[in-house]
């Protein structure tokens, strides 16, 4: 095989969820089945690079410097569910079991990954909280240690005031599961079995 296929092929066996058979598949369809589409993707997505960028309260995907969810009144202001991507809010919106607003973490604590509270987005989160018009924390992190860790490190650090309650959601999500992939039900039940967390 010619290398400028074989490198598009890797790169696209880089993609999530993609092995090297989906990848060339995509790569023929592209250069061999439907040649036009592969302009109006590499539009689409150069346009959506240019225009997309992290929401200036909570970290979510938008093209405004705010994202329709914080800059909307309906929903609930004094709730904020906090999750580790921008693919776990995206599961709790299209499940539409939670109302309130959000804060993207942007990954969870992992210190052999060398990743620590300076990597992640709590500086913001604390700001958030400082402000006092938050009345429960809901973690929404995955069911593993490096979740566990995190869900500790903020309870511990960041969510100081008294009169704030922080909660932690686990009923139906598995063991080293996490928001992404649950179904509606699933997070139905995690939201509303969510328990006060524990120092």
Do not use: W
């Not at 906090?82 to 776990?88: G, Y």
């Amino acid at each position: 095989m010619s290398e400028p296929y074989e490198r598009l092929v890797q790169s696209l066996k880089a993609l999530p969820g993609l092995g090297y058979r989906s990848a060339e598949k995509i790569a023929l369809h592209l250069l061999v089945e439907k040649p036009e589409r592969a302009k109006e993707l590499i539009e689409r997505i150069s346009i959506a690079k240019e225009t997309l960028g992290a929401c200036r309260i909570c970290g979510n995907l938008t093209d405004q410097e705010i994202c329709e969810i914080c800059a909307s009144e309906e929903r609930e202001s004094e709730r904020l569910c906090v999750v580790e991507s921008v693919t776990d809010l995206f599961a709790m919106e299209k499940a539409g079991v939670f109302h309130g607003k959000y804060h993207i973490l942007m990954g969870k604590l992992s210190p052999v990954k060398g990743v620590g509270p300076d990597q992640l987005n709590i500086s913001n989160l604390s700001e958030r909280i400082t402000e006092g018009k938050i009345e429960e924390v809901i973690l929404a992190l995955s069911n593993d240690m490096e979740g566990e860790a995190t869900c500790h490190y903020l309870k511990n650090e960041v969510f100081l005031s008294e009169n704030l309650k922080v909660t932690r959601i686990g009923f139906g999500l598995p063991s080293g599961g996490g928001v992404t992939y649950a179904d509606q039900n699933t997070l139905e039940n995690a939201l509303q079995s969510r328990k006060i967390l524990d120092t």
